[in-house]
């Protein structure tokens, strides 16, 4: 099944900084929910280890990352491709990071994607609103990096 | 047969169910408690795809974790066992418990996981690393007909498994001479029976006395023999334990893949193997979908409303392996005709496989889909006629003097009555009143509708399907045991050699027991010995236990009753036409000659007084074959079943147009199977019938997305009918005993639902039928019939704006 997800969300951290933590994979391991392991296998490539639960099925899922026309630090775009005991998974995602007035930026994506497997069949009619809640848990898990990075606050 | 039933003491009387006892406690005893120290647990990596060429399996870091004891792929497993018996003459479908260089419908087991605990087994069954490359599909079974489709079994060259068709009588003649023809195509959807216990087995190797002991939720005829030939064991090498109770069958629960698995890890790893499957392994991977079929029908008749011939197609979507499930379009051939006396009949019955889960045996053995499509064809008659759908079938269905009657594929109707039938259904739910009340309901703007089928259960199983169907089939015995024992204290045991579930075969055999020996049945103790202890038999299949159970339990008996006479006759001197036995004793013409403890006392103590040649103890048992059950096909025909209980359904259903959610306001079935040898049991068996019914007709679907991944594998998509959706059911009791029967009584194992889909869908047609729409699939989902109406609608709205 298809999927689709964009939002848009506000950072206090300047372009560069967002930029940075968004193709770390250190950083990123901590905020993707249930990524075990990124790791990098050559330019702007990356293998992924994720650990999932969906509805009444959980399992992994071991995708292949890679970063395209990155154009630092404003756009860039990201594919991603693989499967696991949780099912098929393929997708493309671009962001774009502009600045904003209070020195902060701001994060616009847009994804695509489709689904299959074990979580396509099991989930089909809540995968809309997990993969929502997903991108809001890593969205909260980045922004509590850089807030961290600065000083300890609470999370919005 | 019948002079006996108006004296019955315990048969057909509303006794306790005893089984209930312990159910109802929560004292049953399932697989899942056999708890044996040791054991291990299995878990399965399922395939993501609905084709797939495994390239390669990475069980390096799944091995490492803790708990895990072993992991199997298919292609080891594939060199140490043999592949599963397989029902046609299709020797190069090979079907394994793992998938063999295949993926051949998603989720389909690719490997196995076996640890110490299940949950073990589950974590470490996601790290096994399996590489696939997708291959072409095919899910719908007229597409795999046709040349360009991907073969699922390249071996087999096609997908064809089964393509045989019979012309029984003269069928072009009949179409020449009649008045008038239609066609119509309907579809079953792909359902089942989705039992709360899923399948569960327990297997235990014993290297010292070379056995393998099983414990499973099993309904399955042959169990023991396919476990040893998969496994290379010699027959009296498996142990199946029949004192299992299986939490709900109705067919399904067959999982010879999940046994033979289990019994090879058990050897390989010598300690207890324990294999459950969760609900999404059952529902996406036990095997146990029943039919997904299309029927093509013509039909040819005259306009008095006499139908003379159906030409019918039925292509049955096997799913990815042949199994046993093709054989479901054999069975119905004993009742090709329904209830209707139909001159002749051409049959076409084809089965393909697909990148579906495997089909199973589902209650009816393929009959309801059948029953379904002839009531549909019958309604269609009578709509195209202008006729009323109940006159059409009194003109067609066969009369009571005129049985035993032969139908044109070979098989003879016991007896029946089924004008009487229907009378006694309509009188009770006073029709004229049901039609007013539809009227009413239209008049408030509701569509209402009534449903009718009349339909048969074909009773009794034998297996004459198989050599129909396959050549090399030689099989004609369909036989089932009981072995009756007196111990020393005078006290009954009654061996049964089966598993149940749910069924009642304790009760069963104890009532006809009691009511030959006369003695009270909840004083008899059943037991039910070991595959190695037991007489043959082929288990609680086609509708069989009453008549085949039943009637062994009965001739056992007799069997005693016959030797207690004689011996009876010895002592006392009196010749054995003066003396009788009742009430568990032998009565002479002066009173008493002999009561159950003397009896009991010679046969265990007294040799002495024994006639010459009987052997001591008070011992009998009966293998009673099939009754009809004598011969082998010739040219085609057969008679399969032997015994055809009949039921008549009246439904009135009420929606709203808009919302279409179809409401049962009144359910009638009038019901006959013969004898009834315990009320609560049929009654019973019929209400859940009914249940199942509404499921397939409404509600029940696995459905597959276009990528070949099931959408319904939990019960939150699985739609099961439950107390919102099942109404209170009015059943009308009739009786016309078999004639081939101990007690005249036939089937009910398959009641209810046999024409519940019929009626439903019937009842949905009438209510909808002044929009001019059909709706030709099951099940009739509330959105099909609100979308159809509001297309209807639209279209009528434009035409009249215009």
Same mark, same amino acid.
């Given at each position: 099944?298809?999927?689709?997800?964009?939002?848009?969300?506000? =950072?206090?951290?300047? &372009?560069?900084?967002?930029?940075?933590?968004?193709?770390?994979?250190?950083?990123?391991?901590?905020?993707? &929910?249930?990524?075990?392991?990124?790791?990098?296998?050559?330019?702007?490539?990356? /293998?992924?280890? /994720?650990?999932?639960?969906?509805?009444?099925?959980?399992?992994?899922?071991?995708?292949?990352?890679?970063?395209?026309?990155?154009?630092?630090?404003?756009?860039? !775009?990201?594919?991603?491709?693989?499967?696991?005991?949780?099912?098929?998974?393929?997708?493309?995602?671009? +962001?774009?990071?502009?600045?904003?007035?209070?020195?902060?930026?701001?994060?616009?994506?847009?994804?695509?994607?489709?689904?299959?497997?074990?979580?396509?069949? $099991?989930?089909?009619?809540i995968l809309k609103s997990v993969s929502r809640h997903l991108v809001k848990q890593f969205f909260?898990?980045?922004?509590?990096? =850089?807030?961290?990075?600065?000083?300890?606050?609470?999370?919005? | 047969?019948?002079?006996?039933?108006?004296?019955?003491?315990?048969?057909?009387?509303?006794?306790?169910?005893?089984?209930? !006892?312990?159910?109802?406690?929560?004292?049953?005893?399932?697989?899942?408690?056999?708890?044996?120290?040791?054991?291990?647990?299995?878990?399965?990596?399922?395939?993501?795809?609905?084709?797939?060429?495994?390239?390669?399996?990475?069980?390096?870091?799944?091995?490492?974790?803790?708990?895990?004891?072993?992991?199997?792929?298919?292609?080891?497993?594939?060199?140490?066992?043999?592949?599963?018996?397989?029902?046609?003459?299709?020797?190069?479908?090979?079907?394994? &418990?793992?998938? $063999?260089?295949?993926?051949?419908?998603?989720?389909?087991?690719?490997?196995?996981?076996?640890?110490?605990?299940?949950?073990?087994?589950?974590?470490?069954?996601?790290?096994?690393?399996?590489?696939?490359?997708?291959?072409?599909? /095919?899910?719908?079974?007229?597409?795999? %007909?046709?040349?360009?489709?991907?073969?699922?079994?390249?071996?087999?060259?096609?997908?064809?498994?089964?393509?045989?068709? +019979?012309?029984?009588?003269?069928?072009?003649?009949?179409?020449?001479?009649?008045?008038?023809?239609?066609?119509?195509?309907?579809?079953?959807?792909?359902?089942?029976?989705?039992?709360?216990?899923?399948?569960?087995?327990?297997?235990?190797?014993?290297?010292?006395?070379?056995?393998?002991?099983?414990?499973?939720?099993?309904?399955?005829?042959?169990?023991?023999?396919?476990?040893?030939?998969?496994?290379?064991?010699?027959?009296?090498?498996?142990?199946?334990?029949?004192?299992?109770?299986? *939490?709900?069958?109705?067919?399904?629960?067959?999982?010879?893949?999940?046994?033979?698995?289990?019994? =090879?890890?058990?050897?390989?790893?010598?300690?207890?193997?324990?294999?459950?499957?969760?609900?999404?392994?059952?529902? !996406?991977?036990?095997?146990?979908?029943?039919?997904?079929?299309? +029927?093509?029908?013509?039909?040819?008749?005259?306009?008095?409303?006499?139908?003379?011939?159906?030409?019918?197609?039925?292509?049955?979507?096997?799913?990815?392996?042949?199994?046993?499930?093709?054989?479901?379009?054999?069975?119905?051939?004993?009742?090709?005709?329904?209830?209707?006396?139909?001159?002749?009949?051409?049959?076409?019955?084809?089965?393909?496989?697909?990148?579906?889960?495997?089909?199973?045996?589902?209650?009816?053995?393929?009959?309801?889909?059948?029953?379904?499509?002839?009531?549909?064809?019958?309604?269609? $008659?009578?709509?195209?006629?202008?006729?009323?759908?109940?006159?059409?079938?009194?003109?067609?269905?066969? !009369?009571?003097?005129?049985?035993?009657?032969?139908?044109?594929?070979?098989?003879?109707?016991?007896? *029946?009555?089924?004008?009487?039938?229907?009378?006694?259904?309509?009188?009770?739910?006073?029709?004229?009143?049901?039609?007013?009340?539809?009227?009413?309901?239209?008049?408030?703007?509701?569509?209402?509708?009534?449903?009718?089928?009349?339909?048969?259960?074909?009773?009794?199983?034998?297996?004459?399907?198989?050599?129909?169907?396959?050549?090399?089939?030689?099989?004609?015995?369909?036989?089932?045991?009981?072995?009756?024992? $007196?111990?020393?204290?005078?006290?009954?045991?009654?061996?049964?050699?089966?598993?149940?579930?749910?069924?009642?075969?304790?009760?069963?055999?104890?009532?006809?027991?009691?009511?030959? %020996?006369?003695?009270?049945?909840?004083?008899?103790?059943?037991?039910?010995?070991?595959?190695?202890?037991?007489?043959?038999?082929?288990?609680?299949?086609?509708?069989?236990?009453?008549?085949?159970?039943?009637?062994?339990?009965?001739?056992?008996?007799?069997?005693?009753?016959?030797?207690?006479?004689?011996?009876?006759?010895?002592?006392?001197?009196?010749?054995?036409?003066?003396?009788?036995?009742?009430?568990?004793?032998?009565?002479?013409?002066?009173?008493?000659?002999?009561?159950?403890?003397?009896?009991?006392?010679?046969?265990?103590?007294?040799?002495?007084?024994?006639?010459?040649?009987?052997?001591?103890?008070?011992?009998?048992?009966?293998?009673?074959?099939?009754?009809?059950?004598?011969?082998?096909?010739?040219?085609?025909?057969?008679?399969?079943?032997?015994?055809?209980? +009949?039921?008549?359904?009246?439904?009135?259903?009420?929606?709203?147009?808009i919302l279409a959610k179809p409401e049962i306001r009144r359910y009638v079935i009038g019901h006959?199977?013969?004898?009834?040898?315990?009320?609560?049991?049929?009654?019973?068996?019929?209400?859940?019938?009914?249940?199942?019914?509404?499921?397939?007709?409404?509600?029940?679907? =696995?459905?597959?997305?276009?990528?070949?991944?099931?959408?319904?594998?939990?019960?939150?998509?699985?739609?099961?009918?439950?107390?919102?959706?099942?109404?209170?059911?009015?059943?009308?009791?009739?009786?016309?005993?078999? &004639?081939?029967?101990?007690?005249?009584?036939?089937?009910?194992?398959?009641?209810?639902?046999?024409?519940?889909?019929?009626?439903?869908?019937?009842?949905?047609?009438?209510?909808?039928?002044?929009?001019?729409?059909? %709706?030709?699939?099951?099940?009739?989902?509330?959105?099909?019939?609100?979308?159809?109406?509001?297309?209807?609608?639209?279209?009528?709205?434009?035409?009249?704006?215009?």
């Amino acid at each position: 099944m298809k999927l689709n997800l964009e939002g848009k969300e506000q =950072f206090d951290a300047p &372009p560069q900084e967002l930029w940075d933590a968004l193709i770390d994979p250190e950083v990123l391991t901590k905020c993707i &929910p249930g990524c075990r392991k990124m790791t990098e296998i050559g330019p702007d490539s990356y /293998v992924i280890e /994720v650990q999932l639960k969906v509805a009444a099925v959980g399992g992994s899922f071991e995708g292949a990352v890679s970063l395209h026309d990155k154009n630092e630090p404003e756009s860039c !775009r990201i594919k991603v491709s693989g499967e696991g005991s949780l099912g098929t998974g393929e997708g493309q995602a671009s +962001f774009t990071i502009t600045p904003t007035d209070d020195g902060g930026s701001e994060l616009s994506y847009y994804g695509e994607g489709e689904v299959g497997g074990l979580v396509a069949g $099991v989930g089909q009619r809540i995968l809309k609103s997990v993969s929502r809640h997903l991108v809001k848990q890593f969205f909260t898990g980045l922004k509590k990096h =850089f807030s961290a990075s600065d000083d300890v606050s609470t999370e919005s | 047969m019948t002079e006996q039933s108006s004296q019955n003491r315990f048969v057909s009387q509303p006794r306790r169910v005893r089984e209930d !006892r312990r159910f109802v406690a929560g004292k049953g005893r399932f697989v899942a408690d056999i708890d044996i120290p040791g054991t291990l647990h299995v878990a399965f990596v399922a395939g993501t795809y609905a084709a797939a060429r495994i390239e390669s399996i990475d069980t390096s870091a799944a091995l490492d974790m803790p708990g895990v004891v072993d992991i199997v792929t298919g292609d080891q497993l594939a060199a140490e066992i043999a592949p599963l018996m397989n029902g046609l003459d299709t020797p190069k479908v090979r079907r394994y &418990p793992l998938a $063999v260089g295949d993926v051949r419908y998603a989720g389909e087991w690719v490997c196995a996981v076996v640890a110490e605990s299940r949950e073990q087994a589950e974590d470490a069954a996601d790290l096994v690393r399996v590489r696939y490359a997708k291959r072409d599909f /095919v899910l719908d079974a007229e597409e795999a %007909l046709t040349r360009e489709a991907p073969v699922v079994h390249p071996d087999h060259g096609s997908n064809v498994l089964l393509d045989k068709t +019979f012309v029984w009588g003269g069928v072009e003649e009949d179409f020449d001479r009649s008045d008038e023809k239609l066609s119509l195509r309907v579809t079953w959807g792909r359902n089942s029976t989705v039992p709360i216990e899923t399948f569960g087995v327990v297997a235990k190797w014993d290297p010292w006395e070379r056995i393998l002991d099983v414990w499973a939720s099993i309904q399955m005829p042959k169990y023991a023999d396919q476990i040893a030939r998969a496994l290379g064991l010699p027959g009296n090498g498996v142990r199946v334990h029949y004192d299992v109770d299986v *939490g709900g069958s109705y067919g399904v629960k067959r999982g010879i893949k999940h046994t033979v698995l289990a019994g =090879f890890f058990a050897r390989r790893l010598g300690r207890p193997i324990r294999l459950i499957e969760d609900r999404i392994e059952n529902m !996406r991977a036990g095997d146990a979908h029943g039919p997904e079929r299309i +029927f093509d029908i013509d039909v040819a008749f005259n306009r008095d409303g006499t139908v003379r011939s159906m030409k019918m197609r039925a292509l049955d979507n096997a799913g990815a392996y042949a199994g046993r499930a093709p054989f479901q379009l054999g069975k119905p051939i004993g009742a090709i005709v329904g209830p209707y006396r139909i001159n002749s009949v051409q049959y076409h019955a084809l089965s393909v496989t697909t990148n579906k889960t495997v089909e199973e045996a589902v209650r009816g053995f393929g009959q309801s889909p059948t029953n379904y499509a002839i009531e549909t064809m019958m309604d269609r $008659v009578a709509a195209h006629l202008g006729m009323d759908r109940l006159e059409l079938r009194r003109r067609n269905l066969i !009369r009571k003097e005129q049985f035993p009657y032969l139908i044109p594929s070979g098989t003879t109707y016991d007896s *029946g009555d089924y004008h009487t039938v229907i009378d006694k259904v309509l009188l009770h739910a006073d029709y004229d009143a049901l039609v007013a009340e539809r009227d009413r309901l239209r008049a408030e703007g509701q569509c209402a509708g009534i449903g009718i089928a009349a339909c048969l259960e074909p009773s009794g199983g034998n297996s004459s399907f198989e050599p129909l169907l396959n050549e090399k089939n030689r099989t004609s015995t369909w036989m089932e045991s009981v072995r009756i024992n $007196v111990d020393a204290t005078g006290a009954v045991i009654v061996a049964i050699h089966t598993t149940s579930a749910g069924q009642g075969h304790e009760t069963l055999a104890a009532t006809v027991v009691g009511e030959r %020996l006369q003695i009270d049945p909840d004083a008899i103790r059943i037991v039910r010995p070991d595959s190695l202890e037991s007489l043959p038999g082929n288990s609680p299949v086609g509708s069989r236990m009453a008549i085949m159970l039943g009637g062994a339990a009965a001739r056992a008996a007799d069997t005693l009753r016959a030797q207690i006479l004689q011996i009876a006759s010895h002592v006392s001197g009196i010749a054995e036409e003066k003396l009788t036995y009742r009430e568990a004793a032998v009565h002479g013409p002066d009173g008493v000659v002999m009561d159950w403890a003397e009896i009991v006392d010679v046969t265990h103590r007294r040799f002495h007084d024994l006639p010459e040649g009987m052997s001591p103890g008070l011992s009998a048992q009966h293998i009673l074959q099939v009754p009809t059950g004598t011969a082998l096909p010739k040219d085609g025909k057969v008679q399969m079943y032997p015994c055809f209980s +009949f039921e008549f359904h009246l439904v009135l259903i009420a929606f709203d147009p808009i919302l279409a959610k179809p409401e049962i306001r009144r359910y009638v079935i009038g019901h006959d199977c013969g004898t009834v040898i315990n009320p609560h049991i049929v009654r019973g068996m019929t209400l859940g019938g009914i249940a199942h019914g509404i499921g397939a007709a409404l509600l029940e679907e =696995f459905a597959y997305d276009d990528d070949g991944q099931l959408q319904t594998q939990s019960f939150l998509d699985y739609l099961m009918p439950s107390s919102h959706e099942v109404p209170n059911v009015e059943i009308v009791h009739h009786c016309t005993p078999s &004639p081939h029967t101990e007690f005249g009584q036939k089937g009910s194992g398959e009641s209810g639902y046999l024409g519940a889909p019929a009626a439903i869908s019937g009842a949905i047609h009438d209510a909808i039928a002044s929009r001019g729409i059909t %709706l030709d699939k099951l099940p009739i989902r509330m959105s099909a019939i609100s979308d159809a109406i509001a297309a209807a609608d639209a279209v009528q709205k434009k035409g009249i704006d215009v």
